[in-house]
């Protein structure tokens, strides 16, 4: 049920801020993005105000580098846009501007009030504390409550440099403490997402939380259920893709998270804890968070592979159970992990496709049947591939002995490897003559008859 009447919280009283001048914080103009700056400039001189917020400023403080630059202004969306033409306006839930330049994106928001009833529908309130849409506008004093974690709730003037601080933001940061505005159980109820933020900032931060911060996040889980697969899909992205996947997995687990996000992860690892699912996942992220570090590409196909592995070989034996052959089993078995998963979090087809094809590479890739070798090879995905049989051995399945023939035959001479693919054991019965009837076809999944 949909209403608009105001979420059952206290009327806020005016607070003053504290101002923290240039001189007393190392926020240097140097640090951040030409654009960001071009974008506070231009509303500035516009006569609005505009000051850098949110995660930038957090990181800036802390001497790290911001992923991206968020603008908070009292100029409105359309007024922004009349400002940049390279501006987009997105969102309904939460109207927003995007000034583009290039690759890089400035989003801009208009200060938000956080707890007024008018605006006819442009705020929308669930009868479990949700909001749903979020666009009555205000002013600063206004717009710092509704933002989430005091660390992410400073606000950097391009008027005069300085950081103006309405929620203890500053002292927590230098305390390395996580920290949400208001009252915890209301602010989770409001949107149940912040309760992933909490465990990726934490992560992401190294920050202890707050013990009034931390507390629900053992008992509100459950909240989890009423959030889109595909907002779930992108805090799945921001947790496990931001460099600190492993830090945020144990935090997920920690808490009774990861299971409202991998209901069937969750069960193969509460099944086999020691061994190696859990293994195999933490790898998974390890790698991930390697080659992040390393500026190296990742994708979410690979995690997705490995977070379902276990899933998919359990459902898989269970279809054997039941007679189907064993290649049918691992069909039926794929099918079943992914549509299962992305009713929760929806990972778009492209990496399910993916995850699919590490999957099936799996099998040619251990078994080696010496008239798929090349095939294999030369599969766009063996690189994928090989790399999960890699990390498997790794996890400390009997995968080892063929993921070091294919770590040797990649790189060996045309004679090498003739001689390796003769040295291989036939398969069973794969030199048997095909009496009648039509040979198999491999079809396109490398899979061997
Ligand atoms: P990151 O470094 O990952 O970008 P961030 O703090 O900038 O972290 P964003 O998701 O980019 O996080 O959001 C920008 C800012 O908007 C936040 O710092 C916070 O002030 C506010 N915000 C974002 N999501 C929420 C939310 N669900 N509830 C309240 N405030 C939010
Ligand atoms: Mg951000």
């Not at 206004?142 to 933002?147: N, P």
């Not at 909240?223 to 830090?247: C, H, N, W, Y």
């Not at 794929?334 to 590479?361: G, H, K, N, Y």
């Amino acid at each position: 049920m949909i209403s608009s009447a105001p979420p059952a919280s206290v009327e806020r009283l005016p607070v003053a801020p504290r101002i923290i001048p240039r001189a007393e914080h190392n926020i240097s103009r140097d640090n951040i993005s030409e654009h960001a700056l071009k974008v506070l400039y231009r509303l500035r001189n516009a006569g609005y105000q505009a000051y850098l917020v949110g995660g930038s400023v957090r990181d800036l403080l802390l001497g790290r580098e911001p992923k991206d630059f968020d603008v908070a202004t009292n100029a409105l969306p359309e007024q922004v846009r009349g400002l940049f033409r390279n501006c987009r306006l997105i969102g309904r839930r939460f109207r927003l501007a995007h000034v583009h330049f290039g690759p890089e994106i400035i989003e801009v928001a208009t200060f938000r009030a956080h707890a007024h009833a008018g605006g006819g529908d442009a705020r929308v309130v669930e009868e479990d504390g949700r909001i749903l849409r979020d666009n009555v506008y205000g002013t600063i004093d206004e717009d710092v409550w509704r933002r989430d974690f005091t660390a992410n709730a400073l606000y950097y003037n391009i008027e005069d440099f300085s950081v103006v601080d309405y929620v203890g933001g500053v002292a927590d940061i230098a305390a390395g403490r996580l920290r949400l505005i208001g009252d915890p159980l209301v602010r989770y109820r409001e949107d149940p997402v912040r309760l992933l933020r909490a465990v990726r900032f934490a992560a992401k931060l190294g920050f202890r939380m707050h013990p009034d911060t931390e507390a629900p996040l053992h008992v509100l889980g459950e909240l989890l259920d009423a959030i889109s697969p595909s907002r779930l899909f992108e805090e799945m992205l921001k947790l496990f893709l931001g460099g600190t996947a492993v830090q945020s997995f144990e935090l997920l687990r920690h808490y009774g998270l990861f299971s409202r996000l991998f209901p069937d992860v969750e069960e193969a690892l509460a099944e086999e804890e020691g061994g190696f699912p859990k293994m195999l996942l933490v790898k998974a992220l390890e790698n991930t968070d390697r080659r992040l570090a390393e500026d190296k590409p990742v994708t979410p196909a690979f995690l997705l592979a490995a977070l379902l592995w276990a899933p998919v070989q359990r459902r898989a034996r269970q279809y054997q159970a039941q007679d189907h052959p064993p290649a049918q089993a691992a069909q039926l078995a794929q099918d079943d992990a992914i549509s299962r998963q992305i009713a929760r979090v929806a990972v778009p087809r492209r990496f399910t496709q993916m995850a699919r094809e590490i999957w099936l590479l799996q099998h040619p890739l251990e078994n080696r049947p010496p008239r798929a070798v090349l095939r294999t090879l030369m599969h766009p995905r063996f690189r994928a591939g090989y790399d999960f049989l890699l990390m498997r051995a790794e996890a400390g399945e009997a995968v080892r002995e063929a993921a070091d023939w294919w770590t040797e035959f990649q790189d060996a001479s045309e004679g090498r490897r003739a001689e390796m693919i003769a040295a291989l054991p036939k398969p069973p019965g794969g030199g048997r003559k095909r009496r009648g009837g039509r040979r198999r076809r491999h079809g396109g999944q490398g899979a061997p008859a």
